[in-house]
């Protein structure tokens, strides 16, 4: 029988599993470098290492401005 307490980290892979080809076509880059199955997307680090988004823009914009609402929407389903 499947322990409950960890089924977030079944649904955080499937969820890798799902959109890591979209996500390497929006941004060039792999969704693994920014990915823990314990804690899913680290938009923090994604935020911090890839867009570094200017002060007084949030992420979302900088993300739309440069990759598209697509993109915007993609980061929304990981986090």
Do not use: C, H
């Not at 929006?26 to 997307?41: E, Q």
């Not at 680290?42 to 598209?68: H, M, N, W």
Request: hydrophobic residues 40%; neutral net charge; aromatic residues 18%.
């Amino acid at each position: 029988m499947k322990n409950p307490e960890f089924n977030f980290m079944l649904e955080n892979k499937n969820k890798y599993i799902k959109y890591y080809p979209k996500f390497s076509s929006i941004f060039g880059v792999s969704l693994k470098r920014y990915w823990d199955n314990m804690f899913g997307f680290d938009v923090v680090k994604f935020d911090d290492e890839f867009i570094k988004a200017p002060d007084g823009i949030s992420t979302a914009q900088a993300i739309e401005e440069k990759y598209g609402k697509d993109a915007v929407e993609l980061i929304r389903i990981l986090i």
